[in-house]
């Protein structure tokens, strides 16, 4: 894609930082902190977010350790969310033994 003019540019960038509905699923540990199971945020991006989670008092400690999941992939910093898209924190997970057969 060119840009050949300044509105173009600004029709981008004004674009980018539109406020983005999504939907917030909190699991384990995360879902104890938000006290809720889900719930629907408006952000400009993934960053965002987080820093929106993070603010929390009772989700911060979760934040600095979760994985997100975007639409059900991973998802990095940089990855971009979509209007509607399905955000899943997942704080680390533990248990379980070696010994899978119990004995």
């Given at each position: 894609m060119e840009f050949t003019d300044a509105s173009t540019?600004?029709?981008?960038?004004?674009e980018s930082m539109a406020p983005l509905r999504v939907t917030v699923r909190f699991w384990a540990g995360a879902r104890r902190a938000a006290g809720r199971s889900q719930e629907v945020?408006?952000?400009t991006g993934l960053a965002d977010l987080r820093a929106q989670l993070a603010a929390r008092s009772a989700l911060s400690a979760v934040?600095?350790?979760?994985?997100?999941l975007v639409d059900g992939q991973a998802a990095c910093e940089n990855d971009r969310l979509?209007?509607?898209s399905v955000v899943d924190v997942l704080p680390p997970f533990?248990?379980?033994s070696d010994d899978v057969r119990g004995s």
């Open positions: 540019w600004s029709e981008l960038i004004t945020l408006q952000v934040m600095a350790v979760a994985s997100i979509s209007d509607g533990a248990g379980g």
